[in-house]
């Protein structure tokens, strides 16, 4: 009975060490708190494309206000640029004045500029916040992101690895690579002088459910099974979902949404009031317009003339690669989640 009587008050007190040793920790923490500030968003791990250039602009906006957390947190640019050893810095940049400088950039640091900025071939930036404008000569690059108030030109084959904004206009030159950009208008190179408009060709109204295996699913929603074949100089009005391939006719317009599981054609001069999605490949032909988002899974291929958005109502185009002939158009953002390049044929 002795030993039995010992045992509880011993067993006890081991258990209750166990606990304080396993909660110690979080009562620590609890008291003298260690993980107050915000957590740091990694350069992939943010859906906004100017998240970045908005933060960094808030930082520089802190230190012009003499701020005592961020006194020390800038580098000025040197007055004769050409004397700047940019291999040398370690903390933020930030220049009064437009650069353009005849020695090569090269800057790991991100770089804040009260106006413009031209770079030349070889110039190499990690990260670029422009009050003015933008303009990439061929061959330089920007392996973060970049921001401009005013507008921002790409020349032949440069790169923007990651994320590349504008409050005004984005140009991209022909082979250049991107991976997000946002604009109120991104161009894709120079394509050819967009012909006059031809004489428009009467419309004749058509209907989903009258497609061969259509099944109506609600009022204003159809399926059709296998692959679909919409006609030219037609118009539709709802939305539908195909389990094969869409060929949309060319000069055909649909008031809705369109999704097709194994890919989707829209042929020259067509338009899409509305989304358009798939799984496969999507490829958008000359002078067609879409007005919604556009989203693959696998590849969109954007040809020459061909609108997607517009400047009252922007939208997104997503997909794993993205292939934008020289003389595509997109109103809002374009996000190539591996590859996105401009090409011309």
């Keep these: 009975m002795t030993e039995l009587f010992l045992f509880w008050p011993a067993f006890g007190f081991i258990c209750l060490g166990l606990m304080l040793t396993a909660f110690r920790p979080a009562w620590r923490e ?50 004769d640029i050409e004397t700047m050893r940019w291999s040398n810095v370690t903390r933020p940049l930030l220049s009064l004045t437009s650069l353009v400088s005849r020695q090569a950039i090269h800057c790991v640091q ?21 009050q003015g404008s933008i303009h990439m000569e061929s061959g330089s690059e920007i392996y973060g992101w970049a921001h401009a108030e005013k507008g921002v030109v790409l020349g032949p084959c440069c790169s923007v690895r990651r994320r590349l904004s504008s409050m005004t206009s984005i140009e991209l030159g022909v082979e250049s690579s991107f991976e997000r950009v946002h604009a109120p208008t991104v161009s894709f190179g120079e394509g050819t002088p967009r012909l006059s408009s031809p004489v428009p060709v009467p419309q004749k109204e058509r209907f989903f459910k009258d497609m061969p295996n259509a099944i109506l ?37 649909i008031i809705g949404d369109i999704k097709a599981r194994m890919g989707i054609v829209i042929e020259a001069g067509a338009q899409i009031l509305g989304s358009v999605v798939s799984e496969r490949r999507i490829q958008i032909l000359q002078s067609a317009e879409i007005s919604g988002p556009l989203i693959s899974e696998s590849i969109i291929h954007l040809n020459e003339h061909s609108i997607i958005g517009s400047l009252e109502f922007p939208t997104t185009v997503t997909a794993k690669n993205i292939v934008a002939e020289a003389g595509a158009i997109v109103h809002g953002t374009v996000w190539a989640r591996e590859l996105g390049i401009v090409w011309s044929f």
């Design 30 to 79: 609890w008291r003298q708190p260690t993980d107050c500030a915000p957590l740091t968003v990694g350069i992939d791990y943010s859906n906004d494309v100017i998240y970045f250039a908005e933060k960094f602009r808030t930082m520089v906006q802190a230190y012009r206000r003499g701020e005592p957390q961020a006194s020390s947190s800038f580098q000025m640019v040197n007055a």
């Design 110 to 130: 991100p770089l804040f500029i009260d106006g413009d900025i031209h770079l030349h071939d070889g110039d190499r930036l990690a990260a670029l916040f422009a």
């Design 217 to 253: 699913r609600t009022t204003v929603l159809c399926r059709v099974t296998g692959d679909c074949v919409l006609p030219a100089h037609a118009i539709y009005r709802g939305s539908l979902v195909v389990s094969g391939c869409l060929f949309v006719g060319a000069g055909t317009t």
